[in-house]
C-alpha cells in the first residue's frame, strides 16, 4: 500500500433521507450473497449518479466495519480528486495499467478506517484496452489477496462506452444506476440485455433521482413503499439538502424503495 494516506471531503450536508437510502442499499448488497465481492457500478447515461452512490455506498460499508477499497475505474473522466479535495501527488489505475507504477503504490488508505482507494490516474485515450490488457487481470488478484470484505468499482456508463463490459469479467455482480426521469426506457432495456451478456450477475437498479414532491408519482411511497417501474429490484435515492452541488434540478427529493413484488 502507498504510505499515503488521503483525506476524503464529503459533503457535510447530505439529508438523511439520503445517508438512510444508501444504508439500505448497503443492507440490500450484504444480502446479495457472501460470494458478491466485486461490485462493478455502472449506468446508462452519464451523470446519472453512479459515482456519488458507489463512494457513499464505500464509505457507508467502511462505517460498518468491512475493510472496503473503492476502485475509481473511470479513466475517461473522473471527477474523484476533484470532489472529494485530494490533495498531493498520487498515481492511478491508468498508470498501473500501462506499466508506470506497481500495486503497491496504487492503493491508499484514506483517513475513513476501513475505506481504501484505488485512484484512476492520468486520463488514457484507450482504457478499454488497458482493461482487456494481463496487467489488470494482475491487479484484480493482487486485490484479492488483499481480501477486502467488499470492492466497489464505480465504471463510465454502459450505454455510452463498453469498458464496464470489459471490467465484468472481474466482478461478481453489477449495480445500475437509473436516473428516475432522465434514463429512458429503451436505454435500460438495451443496458440491460449488455449486461446479461456478461453473464455477470445484475445484483439490482439503484432508482436516483427520484421526485418525491408532494403530488408526485413516488411521494405516497417514501420509505419502503411500492413503486411500479423497472425492473429486478431497486433502491433509490433523490436529491437531498446538498446546495453544494450541482444538480439540474433543485425539486425536493427524497428516497423511494421498492420491495420485491
Ligand atoms: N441523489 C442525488 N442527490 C443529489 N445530487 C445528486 C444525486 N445523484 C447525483 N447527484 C449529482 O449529480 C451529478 C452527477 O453525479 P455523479 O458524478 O455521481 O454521476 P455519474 O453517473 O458518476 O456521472 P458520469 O457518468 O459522468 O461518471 C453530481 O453533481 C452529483 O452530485
Ligand atoms: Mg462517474
Not at 508506470?100 to 478499454?128: A, C, K, M, R
Not at 456508463?157 to 470489459?166: E, K, Q
Not at 472481474?170 to 451478456?197: C, W
Request: hydrophobic share 30%; charged share 25%; aromatic share 10%.
Amino acid at each position: 500500500m502507498n504510505n499515503m494516506t488521503i483525506s476524503l471531503r464529503f459533503p457535510e450536508n447530505d439529508d438523511f433521507a439520503f445517508t438512510e437510502a444508501i444504508k439500505t442499499l448497503r443492507t440490500n448488497i450484504q444480502f446479495s450473497g457472501s460470494r458478491v465481492k466485486n461490485i462493478i457500478f455502472t449506468s446508462v447515461a452519464p451523470n446519472d449518479g453512479k459515482s456519488r452512490i458507489s463512494m457513499m455506498l464505500a464509505k457507508a460499508c467502511a462505517e460498518s466495519g468491512k475493510k472496503t477499497l473503492f476502485v475509481d475505474a473511470d479513466i475517461r473522466k473522473s471527477v474523484t480528486v476533484s470532489r472529494y479535495d485530494i490533495s498531493g501527488e498520487t498515481v492511478g489505475l491508468s498508470q498501473l495499467l500501462s506499466g508506470q507504477t506497481d500495486y503497491g503504490h496504487v492503493v491508499y488508505g484514506t483517513d475513513i478506517q476501513n475505506l481504501y482507494i484505488v485512484l484512476p490516474g492520468p486520463y488514457s485515450p484507450s482504457p478499454t484496452e488497458l482493461f482487456e490488457d494481463v496487467s489488470c487481470e494482475a491487479f484484480f488478484r493482487r486485490v484479492e489477496e488483499d481480501q477486502y470484505d467488499i470492492v466497489i468499482i464505480d465504471t463510465p456508463p454502459l450505454g455510452t462506452v463498453i469498458d464496464a463490459a470489459v471490467l465484468s469479467r472481474f466482478a461478481d455482480g453489477i449495480v445500475l444506476v437509473v436516473a428516475s426521469e432522465e434514463t429512458s426506457r429503451k436505454g435500460i432495456k438495451r443496458v440491460k440485455e449488455q449486461i446479461d451478456r456478461t453473464g455477470v450477475r445484475l445484483l439490482g437498479v439503484v432508482l436516483n433521482k427520484v421526485r418525491m414532491d408532494k403530488g408526485s408519482y413516488y411521494s405516497s411511497y417514501y420509505y419502503g413503499g411500492k413503486y411500479g417501474y423497472g425492473y429486478g429490484y431497486g433502491y433509490g435515492y433523490g436529491y437531498g439538502g446538498n446546495k453544494n452541488d450541482s444538480s439540474k434540478n433543485h425539486k425536493k427529493h427524497h428516497s423511494a424503495e421498492r420491495k420485491e413484488n
